[in-house]
C-alpha cells in the first residue's frame, strides 16, 4: 500500500456548512384510571399534568398530545377512542415516542399489547414504560414485554375472577342488583333499593292490560307509539321484542332470578345465556311489585296459550293476531283449522268474512274441508244469542258454574308448595357441605332441580286454579249484572267470557271461560 497523505481543509470565507439541526422528538403520552371514583379522578388529572410538565422539560422532545381515557377497563382497546386515536397519530407519522405508566395502563391484554407494540415498532415508533424502565427499542424490550404484559393478564384474570366471587356470595345472600336506567317502571332509592316509578309503572301495568284484553305484542308496541309513551331507555320507537320482556320479567311481580347471564370470556366481557353453566338464585318478594303474582301468571298462561294457538292441525304455525275480538277463536268443526277474517268480493257484494284457512291456504293434505263461510255480522249475531241463551236460564247455569267451582278446588297435590320450599332449605344446606363430595352434591343438585320441577308444577296447578275461579267470578258477576236481554253487540264481552266459537254445518258450539259452553242453531 502506497502512503497516504491527508490534506487538511482550510476554512475560507464562503466554505462554512452549518450543521444540520435535529428535529426534536414528537412525543406523546397515554394515561389511564380504571374507575371514575373521586380519588382515580384526582390520579387521572395528576398524570395528564405530569406527562405535560415531563415532556416540556426535555429540550430535544416536541409535546405530541396528551392522549387520556377516563373510567375504561384496559382489557381491551375497543371502547378506548384516546387510545384508538393515538395509534391513529401514529400510523399517520405525526408521534416519534408514547411515554405510558405501566404496562398494565397501556393494555391488559397480552395480545392487544404485543399488537401495537409490533404495529408501531414497523413505523420505528417506540413506547417508553416508566414503571418498567422498558424501552420496545431496546433488545431486550419485547421479550420484558411479553413477560410483563402476560403477568398484567393473568392479574386481570385474577382481579375479574375476584368479581364473579363477590357477585356470586351477593346473589347467595339475595342481595339484587338492577340497573334501573332501561327499566321501565322502577327507579332507585338513597339506598339503592328498586322502588316504583308511577308515571312509568302506569305504563306496565297498560301492557299487561292490553295483552290480556286480546292485543298482540305488536298492536300495543303500535298503541304506545301512537300515545307518545317513552321506552324505559327513552325512546319513542317500540317493538313487539320489548314486549316480550316485559311480560315475561319476573321483576314486575316483586321476585328476581340472578344471574340469568353469564360472562364467557373476561377479556371481551361477552355474556351469554346461562343454560346451567352456573347456578342461578330466585329471590322472591324482594321489592315491591308493580304487577300483582295473580295476574303475571295469568299472562305467563296466556303466553302459552297464544304460542299453543299458532300451530295448526296440520303443525304449521301460525301468526297471533289481536286485531280483532274473533281472531284465534273461530275454529272450523270440520278439520280443527283456525278460521280468518277476510275481505270478500261475491259477485260485486263486498262483505267481511271468515273462512277456514284450509280453503283459503289448500294443500293435499286438506284440500276437502268444505266448512261454510260466515259472515262477520253473524259472529256478532251467535255472540249475543250465547249470551242471551245464559240469561235465559241463569238458575241452571249458576248451578253448573257452582260445580265447575268445586271441581277447581279439588287438588291432588302430596306436598304444597311451602312444604316443598321448606326442603329446598334443607337441601341448600346440605348442597354446601357437599361442596368436594361429588358423587353427593350431583345427588343433592339432581334433588333440588327435581323439588324446583314439582315446586314450579305446584304453583302453575294454584295459579290455573285461581284463573279458573276468577273467569267463572267474570261470568257470574255478568249474569248478575244483567236484568234484561243484551240487544247490541259488545266486542268488551268476547274478549272477557268467550274462548272459542266452533263452526259447524249447522251450528256454531260457543265455549265460555268459565268451562261451560252452548250450541247455537241459524
Same mark, same amino acid.
Given at each position: 500500500m502506497g502512503n497516504i497523505t491527508i490534506i487538511p481543509a482550510r476554512r475560507t470565507m464562503g466554505n462554512n456548512v452549518k450543521q444540520a439541526e435535529k428535529p426534536k422528538l414528537r412525543v406523546a403520552a397515554y394515561c389511564r384510571v380504571s374507575t371514575d371514583t373521586e380519588e382515580q379522578e384526582t390520579s387521572y388529572e395528576t398524570q395528564v399534568s405530569h406527562y405535560t410538565e415531563y415532556i416540556n422539560s426535555h429540550l430535544d422532545w416536541q409535546l405530541a398530545g396528551i392522549f387520556a381515557d377516563d373510567g375504561i377497563s384496559g382489557t381491551n382497546t375497543k371502547k378506548r377512542e384516546q387510545f384508538n386515536k393515538m395509534i391513529d397519530e401514529c400510523m399517520a407519522g405525526n408521534i416519534d415516542m408514547v411515554i405510558t405508566k405501566s404496562i398494565s395502563r397501556f393494555a391488559r391484554n397480552t395480545l392487544d399489547c404485543l399488537k401495537y407494540i409490533r404495529q408501531l415498532k414497523e413505523k420505528n415508533i417506540a413506547v417508553w414504560f416508566e414503571k418498567? #424502565? $422498558? !424501552?420496545?427499542?431496546?433488545?431486550?424490550?419485547?421479550?420484558?414485554?411479553?413477560?410483563?404484559? *402476560?403477568?398484567?393478564?393473568?392479574? *386481570?384474570?385474577?382481579?375479574?375472577? #375476584?368479581?364473579?366471587?363477590?357477585?356470586?356470595?351477593?346473589?347467595?345472600?339475595?342481595?339484587?342488583?338492577? %340497573?334501573?336506567?332501561?327499566?321501565?317502571?322502577?327507579?332507585?332509592?338513597?339506598?339503592? %333499593?328498586?322502588?316504583?316509578?308511577?308515571?312509568?309503572?302506569?305504563?306496565?301495568?297498560?301492557?299487561?292490560?292490553?295483552?290480556?284484553?286480546?292485543?298482540?305484542?305488536?298492536?300495543?308496541?303500535?298503541?304506545?307509539?301512537? @300515545?307518545?309513551?317513552? &321506552?324505559?331507555?327513552?325512546?319513542?320507537?317500540?317493538? @313487539?321484542? +320489548?314486549?316480550?320482556? $316485559?311480560?315475561?320479567?319476573?321483576? /314486575?311481580?316483586?321476585?328476581?332470578?340472578?344471574?340469568? &347471564?353469564? +360472562?364467557? @370470556?373476561?377479556? +371481551?366481557?361477552?355474556?351469554?345465556?346461562?343454560?346451567?353453566?352456573? =347456578?342461578? /338464585? /330466585?329471590?322472591? @318478594?324482594?321489592?315491591?311489585?308493580?304487577?300483582?303474582?295473580?295476574?303475571?301468571?295469568?299472562?305467563?298462561?296466556?303466553?302459552?296459550?297464544?304460542? %299453543?294457538?299458532?300451530?295448526? =292441525?296440520?303443525?304449521?304455525?301460525?301468526?297471533?293476531?289481536?286485531?280483532?275480538?274473533?281472531?284465534? $277463536?273461530?275454529?272450523?268443526?270440520?278439520?280443527?283449522?283456525?278460521?280468518?277474517?277476510?275481505?270478500?268480493? !261475491?259477485?260485486?257484494?263486498?262483505?267481511?268474512?271468515?273462512?277456514?284457512?284450509?280453503?283459503?291456504?289448500?294443500?293435499?293434505?286438506?284440500? !276437502?274441508?268444505? !266448512?261454510? &263461510?260466515?259472515?262477520d255480522t253473524v259472529l256478532e249475531e251467535v255472540t249475543v244469542k250465547a249470551l242471551n241463551q245464559i240469561l235465559s236460564s241463569r238458575k241452571v247455569f249458576l248451578k253448573q258454574l257452582q260445580e265447575n267451582i268445586a271441581r277447581a278446588v279439588v287438588t291432588t297435590d302430596t306436598l304444597s308448595p311451602d312444604g316443598i320450599q321448606a326442603r329446598l332449605e334443607e337441601l341448600q344446606k346440605d348442597l354446601v357441605k357437599a361442596v368436594g363430595d361429588q358423587k353427593n352434591y350431583d345427588a343433592l343438585t339432581d334433588e333440588i332441580l327435581r323439588l324446583q320441577q314439582m315446586k314450579k308444577d305446584s304453583e302453575v296447578d294454584d295459579h290455573r286454579r285461581t284463573e279458573t275461579m276468577n273467569r267463572i267470578k267474570e261470568l257470574q258477576d255478568f249474569i248478575a249484572g244483567q236484568d234484561t236481554a243484551i240487544t247490541e253487540f259488545d266486542e268488551a264481552d268476547v274478549r272477557k267470557l268467550i274462548q272459542k266459537i266452533t263452526v259447524y254445518e249447522d251450528r256454531f258450539t260457543v265455549e265460555f271461560k268459565s268451562g261451560i259452553s252452548v250450541d247455537i242453531t241459524e
Open positions: 418498567e #424502565n $422498558i !424501552n420496545t427499542m431496546d433488545a431486550k424490550g419485547e421479550v420484558l414485554i411479553t413477560i410483563m404484559a *402476560s403477568l398484567a393478564q393473568q392479574e *386481570s384474570q385474577s382481579l375479574s375472577q #375476584n368479581v364473579k366471587l363477590g357477585i356470586q356470595y351477593r346473589y347467595q345472600q339475595g342481595k339484587v342488583q338492577v %340497573n334501573h336506567n332501561r327499566f321501565l317502571g322502577y327507579t332507585k332509592d338513597e339506598n339503592g %333499593n328498586l322502588v316504583i316509578d308511577p308515571e312509568q309503572a302506569e305504563v306496565v301495568r297498560r301492557i299487561y292490560r292490553e295483552y290480556l284484553e286480546g292485543y298482540s305484542m305488536k298492536s300495543i308496541a303500535l298503541h304506545l307509539e301512537q @300515545d307518545g309513551i317513552l &321506552t324505559g331507555a327513552g325512546n319513542t320507537k317500540w317493538y @313487539d321484542s +320489548t314486549i316480550n320482556k $316485559i311480560l315475561r320479567n319476573e321483576k /314486575y311481580m316483586g321476585d328476581a332470578l340472578l344471574q340469568k &347471564t353469564v +360472562t364467557t @370470556d373476561f377479556l +371481551t366481557k361477552k355474556r351469554v345465556k346461562n343454560n346451567g353453566v352456573l =347456578p342461578q /338464585y /330466585y329471590v322472591e @318478594d324482594d321489592h315491591e311489585a308493580i304487577i300483582p303474582k295473580e295476574l303475571f301468571m295469568q299472562v305467563q298462561e296466556e303466553l302459552v296459550r297464544r304460542r %299453543n294457538v299458532h300451530r295448526s =292441525p296440520s303443525g304449521k304455525k301460525r301468526v297471533y293476531s289481536g286485531n280483532n275480538c274473533f281472531s284465534q $277463536i273461530i275454529v272450523c268443526g270440520e278439520c280443527g283449522e283456525l278460521y280468518r277474517r277476510v275481505h270478500w268480493n !261475491n259477485h260485486g257484494c263486498k262483505s267481511i268474512v271468515w273462512r277456514c284457512i284450509s280453503r283459503l291456504e289448500p294443500t293435499a293434505a286438506d284440500m !276437502n274441508c268444505t !266448512n261454510r &263461510t260466515v259472515n
